[in-house]
């Protein structure tokens, strides 16, 4: 903490050194790296809702669903694919670590102050490297002022009270010169003890469908529900007429209890005849031995509250900018801090015939701590526009827990530095160019690590072109990029399980590029189409994990012999505007060589764990979205916008083998569900209310765990805001805004499809949040 109070003095101090400059800047603000016109981007705007994660803040974007590792943990998942091929960043620079390799890792964000958040659906491997195969996710903290701000001061205090959600409370400062130095500052707060849901934790076909019609158990399913499900064959005692007066008189004879029954109405031992009695319990015609179905929970099947759902996530940010007549220089110092708890899920999985009450709770806690440095200057000479410079440190520590016991805990450290030029247009002509490298160490202890100790970098050079007219526009983009993962010597050691021995450096050197256009068709109608080749090399998990991985439930095992994945992506887009009323629909087909994916062997380990090894296949991805908008103005009465979209998604190997076909089916398991959406949104004066139902499908296509994947019910989320801003005549207080929001109205028990939790913990139930904002 010391070292964050430290920095918080050095920028403020920056703030008073500049605070007597009398340079007075030019209004202008020209970014080297603009928004693509053929891209498919979406900017959402943080309205007060009841963002739990970015994933679940992004989730009514058609494409893109959350990962939903339970209530306190959510990644964004772009048409099917998330992890490491969806780039986080978070004001330009990626802010994936362990978030990226573990799906209980969360993200870190702060709900409360984020701006927006900008969405690129299409590849953009060109821009942000392999990490970005799948898309892009940039965060704007709100934290580094890239122009001068309208008023000297002002300072927001928020207070959120929750019921079946988070209390939260922060405030968000800026101070300024109206000159040359503007300081912003931001703490925050959420805390949650448990969520209520409709129900029971675990889903209805944790019972019904964990023993097949064909016979057997379903083992997986049992697995995923954490359950111990198994047949044992017992004898009938109605099966025979008469009860064995021998044996009854001599039990040491007996070799279990059928010997106590006999068909015969005499018996004769050594010469004696017994008379047998008849078996009261006789039924004729019944079988000699029946089925014993055994399904006990190894973890708690919660009743109307989801057990283990605690989180606390604590914030505090300070960022400062210098203001010079040709541009500007920023630096910023952020932290943020969470400790939460894996619903429903304990990492034992405890084996048959131990004490399962025993079984330890999940629990993860996370540290970051970021600090970062940014400039841009215009015209630093005369065929450069402006230059950008990007410096991050980022230091992350991401722990699972049993209990009060570590299970595991890794240390990243990554080291960002990116350059982008932007050349001075010519005519129509404009684009950059970029070099960036990347430097990563990863340290990991205790007695549950599953990734050895390894450095990563990354070295890339790209650039970007644009031909922009009134009617059209195209661009193309190209990127060189090398990755070399460097093995360091640790305590690790790898399964018996493992394809690698010993451990091996590996480096991946390949090209990424992307061409496409947009034209309008008339005044009502436009296209777009955009092509990309996008590659992305394997990461440390796929390459080299081994051993238990609980929080994914698997016995995992990488290859360091795997290659780098290549994704040819087509998309192609409609548009029509007329009055108000837009329609864009997209299609898009994505065709991966040698597609990354946990292969299931067939086999299980300790504690019932399924064996996987990191496998390749080529696959396709294909699937549109349809998103139509109306906005009408109505005079006195406001304003109203209505919006609705669609989406589906396929993931599907091209030609599976025997194994893969037999193991895992042809559709990748856990994939995202079509859904459909609608929101109504109404303003006037100070009031604004909001309305939005997405209506999540019953998955159809699904994938296996050598068992087929047992679908889950469809459900309907709808959510509410209302909220009402006072206009204050104050010197002090400049206005107030109060508001209610309300989620999951219908109460449903909602599990969505590719959530690795939907079999243990559904989404939290009935929630509504109250709060009041007061900007001084």
């Given amino acids: 903490m010391r070292r964050h109070v430290l920095a918080v003095a050095v920028l403020l101090t920056i703030h008073s050194a500049y605070a007597a400059d009398e340079t007075t800047l030019p209004e202008v603000t020209v970014e080297a790296d603009r928004p693509s016109r053929v891209d498919t981007v979406v900017v959402v705007e943080n309205i007060q809702a009841q963002n739990r994660t970015l994933g679940n803040m992004l989730e009514h974007v058609s494409g893109v669903q959350s990962s939903a590792f339970g209530p306190n943990a959510g990644a964004p998942v772009i048409r099917s694919l998330g992890g490491n091929r969806v780039q986080v960043l978070e004001d330009g620079q990626s802010i994936l670590g362990m978030n990226a390799l573990s799906g209980d890792i969360n993200v870190p964000f702060d709900p409360l102050f984020v701006r927006r958040v900008t969405v690129n659906k299409s590849s953009d491997t060109v821009r942000h490297g392999g990490n970005a195969l799948g898309g892009s996710v940039d965060i704007d903290s709100g934290l580094v002022s890239r122009e001068m701000e309208s008023k000297d001061q002002e300072m927001e205090l928020v207070l959120r009270q929750g019921f079946n959600d988070v209390d939260a409370q922060g405030f968000r400062m800026n101070f300024n010169n109206q000159r040359n130095v503007s300081t912003n500052v931001q703490m925050s707060v959420q805390r949650m003890s448990h969520y209520d849901i409709p129900g029971d934790s675990k889903a209805d076909v944790c019972n019904s469908q964990l023993f097949p019609a064909a016979g057997g158990v379903n083992s997986a399913l049992a697995d995923a529900c954490q359950k111990e499900a198994r047949i044992q064959q017992v004898y009938n005692k109605a099966s025979q007429p008469y009860i064995d007066q021998f044996m009854t008189e001599n039990p040491d004879w007996a070799d279990g209890e059928f010997s106590y029954y006999t068909n015969r109405p005499t018996s004769v031992w050594m010469g004696r005849t017994y008379v047998n009695p008849a078996n009261p319990l006789y039924q004729e015609g019944t079988p000699s031995y029946v089925q014993n179905r055994i399904n006990r929970d190894v973890t708690p099947n919660y009743r109307s509250t989801l057990g283990n759902s605690y989180s606390r996530n604590t914030h505090l940010a300070v960022g400062s900018t210098y203001f010079f007549d040709r541009g500007y220089l920023a630096a910023s110092m952020d932290s943020k801090d969470s400790e939460y708890g894996v619903p429903g899920f304990s990492m034992d999985n405890l084996s048959f015939g131990t004490d399962l009450s025993q079984s330890r709770p999940v629990g993860v806690k996370l540290t970051q701590d970021r600090y970062t440095l940014e400039g841009t200057l215009r015209d630093p000479v005369p065929f450069l526009e402006t230059a950008e410079l990007k410096l991050s440190q980022l230091s992350n520590t991401s722990g699972e827990y049993l209990g009060s016991s570590k299970a595991n805990a890794y240390d990243f450290e990554i080291f960002q530095a990116e350059l982008l030029l ?41 650039i970007k072109e644009s031909l922009d007219f009134n009617w059209a526009s195209f661009d193309a983009g190209f990127r060189h990029e090398r990755v070399e993962h460097t093995i360091q010597h640790s305590a690790f050691t790898t399964s018996r399980n493992s394809p690698n021995a010993p451990l091996e450096d590996r480096a991946f050197t390949f090209n990424s590029y992307n061409a496409g256009g947009y034209v309008q068709l008339g005044r009502l109608f436009g296209a777009k189409a955009r092509y990309s080749s996008s590659a992305r090399a394997p990461d440390v998990n796929e390459l080299y994990a081994s051993n238990r991985h609980y929080s994914v439930l698997t016995q995992e095992e990488g290859d360091q012999d795997l290659k780098p994945e290549r994704a040819r992506n087509a998309e192609f887009t409609l548009l029509f505007n007329k009055g108000g009323f837009d329609i864009t629909a997209t299609a898009y087909r ?14 299980q380990t300790a504690n019932r764990l399924p064996l996987k090894y990191w496998k390749q296949t080529d696959t396709t991805v294909k699937g549109f979205e349809v998103d139509v908008s109306q906005s009408l103005d109505l005079g006195s009465y406001g304003k109203l916008a209505f919006s609705a979209f669609s989406d589906l998604v396929k993931n599907k190997a091209d030609n599976p083998d025997s194994l893969r076909a037999h193991n895992d089916g042809e559709y990748l398991p856990n994939m995202p569900t079509n859904r459909f959406g609608a929101n109504v949104a109404w303003e006037s004066g100070g009031w604004k209310a909001r309305v939005s139902s997405t209506y999540y499908d019953k998955q159809k296509y699904l994938g296996k765990n050598v068992s087929q994947e047992i679908p889950l019910d469809a459900f309907n989320l709808l959510d509410a805001q209302l909220s009402y801003a006072f206009a204050m005549r104050n010197a002090v207080v400049q206005g107030v805004e109060v508001f209610l929001s309300g989620s999951n109205l219908l109460d449903e028990d909602a599990r969505p499809h590719n959530s690795p939790l939907k079999y243990i913990a559904p989404l939290p139930g009935r929630g509504f949040q109250v709060g009041v904002t007061v900007k001084l």
Avoid at 422 to 438: K, Y
Avoid at 590 to 603: C, H, T, V, W
């Fill in 422 to 462: 932007a050349h001075q247009p010519v005519g129509p002509l404009s684009g950059l160019f970029g070099a960036s490298h990347r430097n990563r160490t990863i340290r990991g202890s205790g007695p549950q690590r599953y990734l050895p100790d390894v450095d990563t970098e990354g070295l890339a050079a790209f």
């Fill in 590 to 603: 994505m065709k991966i060589e040698n597609f990354l994916y946990q292969g299931y062997s067939g086999l």
